[in-house]
């Protein structure tokens, strides 16, 4: 089974950047598609970015030109750099992959933006 870990989360002030971290058990060119998602107290998990093996890469409108995904496949990483960020960006970010019709899921880590 596919473990993925993440890092990176913490507190931040408005406008700040944080840098997400979800390192894989296994080669990520393995995975179909590999990820971020987030959820918000009381609300829905949503797609924030994500890759799709041949190159796509898809954001949620609410952090284009904001969040930027990029991967290591020699490190078995994928990264989501979080600039300007807002009040409203504050979640339990999710890191994930599809593989053979399988998602895994990593633990989460909490992004706080609080002034």
């Known amino acids: 089974q596919v473990q993925l870990v993440e890092s990176g989360g913490g507190l931040v002030q408005p406008g700040g950047s944080l840098r997400l971290s979800c390192a894989a058990s296994?080669?990520?060119?393995?995975?179909?598609?590999m990820g971020w998602y987030r959820q918000a107290p009381g609300k829905q998990r949503e797609l924030v970015a994500r890759i799709i093996r041949g190159g796509t890469i898809n954001y949620a409108d609410s952090v284009k030109g904001r969040f930027t995904i990029s991967e290591d496949n020699a490190k078995n990483t994928v990264y989501l750099q979080m600039n300007s960020l807002k009040l409203e960006d504050t979640a339990v970010y999710y890191c994930?992959?599809?593989?053979?019709?399988?998602?895994?899921w990593g633990q989460g880590t909490q992004v706080t933006v609080s002034s």
């Open positions: 994930y992959a599809q593989i053979s019709g399988n998602i895994g």
């Open positions: 296994v080669s990520i060119f393995a995975f179909n598609h």
